[in-house]
């Protein structure tokens, strides 16, 4: 059974920076599109980051777009969202997502995606 069990989060001031962390179980990461994807309660879920083919192909929402940095380690089967110089506004529940689907635009919708880690809060103050 795929499981992706989250990892990191938790509360920061603005300016710091935060690692979000995403394991697989039961799938092989290398071959499948990873994406994060965020949601503040009361508002629709928003595209972060993607990659595929090992990070040789990414894409990143405008607003994190010099901040975030999407990655993944193959020998762990994890993927990875570092995220430095953070915002209020980047307050939300950050979710990874997989789908063996490779499309450099359908890669930033959330409905493309198949698995879902169980979400992890981030809270950054001013």
């Known amino acids: 059974q795929v499981q992706l069990v989250q990892s990191g989060g938790g509360s920061v001031q603005a300016g710091g920076s935060l690692r979000l962390s995403c394991a697989a179980s039961?799938?092989?990461?290398?071959?499948?599109?990873t994406g994060w994807f965020r949601q503040v309660q009361g508002k629709e879920r928003e595209f972060v980051a993607a990659?595929?083919?090992?990070?040789?192909?990414?894409n990143y929402a405008d607003s994190v777009k010099g901040r975030f940095t999407i990655s993944r380690d193959n020998g762990k089967n994890t993927v990875y969202l570092q995220m430095n110089s953070l915002k209020p506004e980047d307050t939300a529940v950050y979710s990874c997502a997989i789908t063996r689907k490779r499309n450099l635009v359908t890669m930033k919708l959330w409905e493309e995606y198949d698995y879902w880690g169980q979400g992890t809060q981030v809270t950054v103050s001013s």
């Open positions: 990659s595929f083919w090992s990070d040789t192909y990414t």
């Open positions: 039961d799938v092989r990461l290398s071959i499948y599109t």
